[in-house]
């Protein structure tokens, strides 16, 4: 019952995070927070730490240290379906995922800056979880459902970018909305450049993906740049793009 009780307030603590998903990717997502909890942040992420306290560890607030996932995937299934009969969260068409019954009124909390974190295991689903965060941080701030595609393509395929080339655990996501401009930022880790080394192993040939990503992302954002900070070890994907905000 205690293990049960836990994992509906931390089902409650994600979706409060304005996520919608199905069963499996909450759990999954519900993995990473608890992966991402426990990986120190890496000195070239350590200016994040506010941001980090208030996104990671604040979900666990009140649960003992080194509490474990309680339950698995069917449980959490069992746990959102009744969820779902009390009134508390709802579906959503067409994917039938949920989300929080009041997310309308909590849009109005939203803030215009955020950030928060994602990792580069993809068996955690993260391109999805910021997917998602970026969608419904657009539609919390209405933007034009046209320009709020544009950037949640271009977000994904920087975050898929940060995701494949990043050599420390934590990914980290920056939005703001600025009037009629959004902003976006993306931090993941590399490591020291070697070129002979990379020469020999094909890296070049990875960098077309990395283009081909870049093209794309160009092609929907106003103003793209990607800043190789040798000093800290990472990579920032920066751009921002015009938008409108509908008045609905």
């Not at 994917?95 to 909590?106: C, H, I, Q, S, T």
């Not at 920056?174 to 880790?189: F, S």
């Not at 283009?211 to 190789?228: A, P, Q, W």
């Amino acid at each position: 019952m205690a293990n049960t009780i836990a994992a509906r307030e931390l089902l409650l603590r994600m979706l409060g995070k304005g996520v919608t998903g199905d069963a499996g990717l909450l759990y999954r997502w519900l993995q990473m927070y608890f992966a991402l909890r426990e990986q120190p942040l890496s000195a070239n992420f350590l200016e994040f730490k506010d941001d980090f306290s208030l996104d990671v560890q604040e979900l666990f607030r009140g649960l003992p240290a080194g509490t474990e996932l309680p339950v698995n995937e069917q449980e959490i299934e069992i746990i959102l379906r009744k969820l779902h009969e009390d009134n508390i969260i709802e579906l959503v068409a067409p994917y039938d995922e949920y989300r929080l019954k009041d997310f309308k009124a909590r849009c109005q909390n939203i803030p215009l800056t955020e950030g928060f974190f994602a990792c580069n295991n993809l068996d955690f689903n993260p391109l999805q979880y910021i997917r998602s965060r970026v969608t419904r941080f657009c539609e919390c701030h209405r933007i034009a459902p046209e320009h709020k595609e544009e950037i949640v393509i271009a977000v994904t395929e920087a975050a898929e970018n940060a995701v494949k080339y990043s050599d420390q655990y934590a990914i980290y996501v920056w939005q703001r909305l600025d009037n009629d401009t959004y902003h976006i930022k993306v931090y993941n880790g590399v490591p020291e450049l070697d070129l002979n080394s990379e020469i020999s192993r094909g890296k070049f040939s990875e960098d077309v993906s990395l283009m081909r990503g870049v093209l794309v992302m160009s092609k929907l954002l106003d103003h793209l740049d990607i800043i190789r900070d040798s000093e800290k070890r990472r990579v920032e994907f920066v751009g921002s793009k015009k938008i409108a905000i509908t008045n609905r």
